[in-house]
């Protein structure tokens, strides 16, 4: 009868191991990498890897199929210090995984070196049911659904295009929505700002906005910044987001979310309109062009209307 | 369009549109995608960037340099527009 020092000494000699800051750099460097966590559902839910879909142990060769669909995708496999999971990569390995390691030091070494974890907040019953159409749609599902509510979006811009998107992400459930706008509602706005309504004429955009907004979906942690967005104030204000959205009406502020975006490493959804005309594109930085890469320098004043 | 960039971009998902502009023409109801390619020479995240800190913006909110630089490189005439 083997002891399960040799059983792990036989696993070690086919199954290669990785420790946190390794996979952490694969993680960011946008790999294609499927991160299976291997533990009993109740310590996933205590506390996991962003990245990991949970099958315990004890399902792994029955569902490992769904998680991984190309069987030649490098998986990293983990449990709580190491030693499950590394049985259970020797297992996969059998089954004719070609790449798959094992997570040195499992989850526990992963938390000691600092390294950012998420906790499963359950759904509650009205979630559930809210966000039911996106369970349906496989790319997103119950974890995209949990992504979306921890996120965080800043919306530059309460007006014509910042309007309808903001809409749309509070009903998707986009969890934190910055709403940046110094304007106040103006009778000319309504026509087509259709976050704002008559009665809301001559109070601040964020104001009307954050009310809209949390009619729509009441979860939702709207943070309204009365306020222009500025040289002094741009970086401060995107530092807490992991997404910008620039629906702004003018070059100015173009060119400075441009040009603060790509400095602070944000990510920035663009969009513009003129009339019967729009566009968009997302500018992220050092992954393709910003704006200035479009258009170096602002028209000079005049010659395109805003 | 931005919001399901912005959902794509947060969950990972699809081929958002970095590197692409799309453009809508709402009179003739027709899309159309232009390819971007970064500026080696882009005064910001080019090789030799010349912006290194928001100083050209001042403090009060950004009185960029105004040239009369042609702007039709990418065909696509820029919106100000929000």
């Known amino acids: 009868m083997k002891t399960l020092k040799e059983m792990l000494a036989e696993a070690r000699q086919v199954v290669p191991e990785e420790g946190p800051a390794e996979l952490q750099r694969r993680l960011a460097s946008g790999e294609k990498l499927v991160v299976i966590d291997v533990r009993d559902p109740d310590e996933y839910r205590d506390g996991h890897l962003e990245a990991a879909t949970n099958i315990s142990r004890g399902f792994l060769e029955f569902r490992v199929g769904t998680a991984v669909t190309d069987p030649s995708t490098p998986i990293v496999l983990y449990c709580q210090t190491g030693l499950r999971s590394m049985l259970a990569a020797k297992a996969l390995k059998e089954l004719g995984y070609a790449t798959v390691i094992n997570l040195q030091g499992g989850y526990q070494k992963w938390v000691q070196s600092g390294l950012p974890v998420v906790r499963e907040v359950p759904m509650t019953a ?181 | 369009m931005q919001a399901t960039e912005v959902v794509k971009l947060l969950l990972g998902i699809g081929e958002p549109l970095v590197g692409r502009l799309l453009t809508y023409d709402a009179l003739g109801m027709r899309f159309r995608e232009v390819k971007l390619r970064r500026d080696p020479k882009c005064p910001l995240c080019g090789t030799a960037p010349t912006i290194k800190d928001l100083s050209i913006h001042g403090n009060g909110g950004g009185a960029c340099e105004i040239t009369s630089e042609h702007h039709a490189a990418v065909g696509v005439a820029p919106k100000a527009g929000g």
């Open chain 1, 126 to 306: 009205d979630q559930i049911q809210r966000y039911s159409r996106h369970f349906l749609l496989p790319q997103v599902g119950d974890k995209g659904q949990k992504k979306l509510l921890r996120s965080k979006v800043l919306l530059i811009g309460a007006g014509g295009l910042g309007s309808p998107i903001a809409l749309y992400l509070a009903a998707a459930g986009v969890g934190t929505l910055g709403l940046m706008d110094g304007d106040v509602v103006d009778l000319t706005n309504l026509q087509r700002q259709v976050l704002h309504t008559t009665a809301d004429i001559g109070k601040p955009k964020v104001e009307s906005g954050t009310r809209t907004l949390k009619a729509l979906n009441p979860e939702v942690n709207v943070i309204p910044l009365p306020m222009r967005i500025t040289a002094a104030n741009v970086m401060d204000v995107i530092r807490d987001y992991d997404l910008i959205v620039d629906g702004s009406d003018n070059f100015e502020t173009r060119y400075l979310v441009n040009d603060a975006c790509f400095l602070a490493g944000k990510t920035n959804v663009h969009g513009s309109i003129f009339q019967f005309e729009g566009m968009a594109t997302v500018f992220a930085p050092n992954e393709g062009p910003c704006y200035r890469c479009l258009y170096p320098t602002p028209p000079p004043p005049g010659l395109v209307p805003s």
